[in-house]
């Protein structure tokens, strides 16, 4: 009989990427954190032993927990929080289990710091129209759904990032930038470990519509067009931003399950 307390792997990462996503909270000890530096996309580190103190902050979310195995940490964690009203479930077979299906896994040493709210914190230009749009959706969908950003004057991205302890991107002489003919969003794809055949077919539209490259793929004019299209019709950089998450969220959609999927009329007789 299916678990109503757990959540397995295949069905774990079917959200994974989607706005829908459950929040993650990986609960593993540190020794074996150690053993195994990386996280499941979006997700977070915590203390199993003190859930008291932190389990009020996911109400109103829907949780995921993860330990080692997916036993006792875990399934405690979950109880805990479901205690407190939160609808929470245990990743069946933990760490391991999601290691071993070959699931994605974060490169948690390419994280930046988190501010003292647990975020972390971006800088780059203002007037974002593709790449300043695809990095901060894969920061939301599979780094850090709290993120920050900040949009300032390309000439003072180096100086906020100083000041505010942001990481700048999308500018020159940065870490997170254009290397060769690949944009930031492959950079981050890569330095990340988020390499899957969804998030490279992603980046393949986004490059193409980002250097200048329509004729890579049939599908990069249309983007940038809508990408413009957005950069028209918000003033303000962060209301653009949380609009083109759902451009991305789209894309993402079709790169994963739908390109094999053609339309036309008249439709095929039932």
Known sequence: MPSTTAITVSQL?????????????????EEDYNADPRLLPASSRRDFKTVPTWASEFAGSRVAVVCQRGQKLSQGVAAWLRYEGIAA?????????WRDA?????????MPPRDEKGRT????RTRPKVDRIACPWLIRRFIDPSAVFLFVEAAEVSATAARFQAVPFDIDNVFWTHRGERCTFDTMIEEFG???EALDRLAMIVRAA??????LVPQAAGFLAASLGLSRMFRDDLEQMEAGMLLYDAFYRWCRDA?????????KPS
């Open 121 to 124: 914190v971006w800088v780059t």
């Open 13 to 29: 990462s079917r959200l994974i990427g989607l706005p829908g996503a459950p929040v993650i909270i990986d609960v593993r000890t």
């Open 210 to 215: 980002d250097t200048a490259s329509l004729d």
């Open 89 to 97: 479930e245990s990743l069946e077979g933990g760490f391991e289990a």
């Open 102 to 110: 070959k699931g994605l896994l974060v490169h948690a040493g390419k």
């Open 259 to 267: 390109t094999e999927e053609t339309h036309n009329w008249p439709g």
């Open 194 to 196: 988020l390499e899957s």
